[in-house]
């Protein structure tokens, strides 16, 4: 049998460049910072991984959210791959759109977070930082600001 090459190769090569040379990271970035300066990151590794020293157990959110969606988001990037190289999907868009859903069940998972409870001293502490009584008993959600600075970026691979 005789194999007849009619080419095509080009557009699949150049849209395999274009997805090899961009990059998707979320989580939490340098200029996130709390209002006493420090870097939320900072507080959400010590809250991912825990800190025996200073007796913080783990809460960790980033690798369950990672294990468990990790098939969906392998779907939305296949399905962007196989867009960019019939030419219908700009991969900076699919790049984006599935950056922004990462960030988001991250930031869910953060806000589903109960357990380990919080201990009796923390929430004193919580409540001595307000003006009203009551305090949330979940951890990880006092301020929302680790919420709200989970985030993504698409760049170039460097």
């Not at 990271?25 to 420090?38: I, L, Q």
């Not at 960790?60 to 296949?78: D, L, Y």
């Not at 900076?92 to 357990?115: K, N, P, Q, W, Y």
Request: hydrophobic share 35%.
């Amino acid at each position: 049998m005789k194999v007849v090459r009619k080419g095509g190769t080009e557009k699949i090569q150049a849209a395999l460049k274009n997805v090899g040379a961009k990059q998707i990271r979320v989580g939490f970035f340098p200029e996130s910072k709390y209002p006493d300066g420090t870097p939320v990151a900072y507080v959400a590794a010590i809250q991912e991984f825990g800190y025996p020293q200073g007796n913080i157990p783990a809460r960790p959110f980033m690798r369950p959210t990672a294990e468990q969606k990790k098939s969906e988001w392998g779907r939305q990037i296949a399905g962007a791959v196989r867009g960019a190289i019939d030419g219908k999907v700009d991969v900076v868009h699919a790049f984006e759109a599935l950056g922004a859903r990462s960030a988001g069940d991250i930031a869910r998972t953060i806000s589903r977070v109960t357990s380990p409870p919080l201990k009796k001293s923390t929430l004193q502490a919580r409540q001595a930082r307000k003006k009203t009584p009551g305090v949330s008993k979940k951890p990880l959600v006092d301020t929302g600001q680790m919420i709200q600075a989970v985030t993504h970026v698409v760049e170039d691979k460097s």
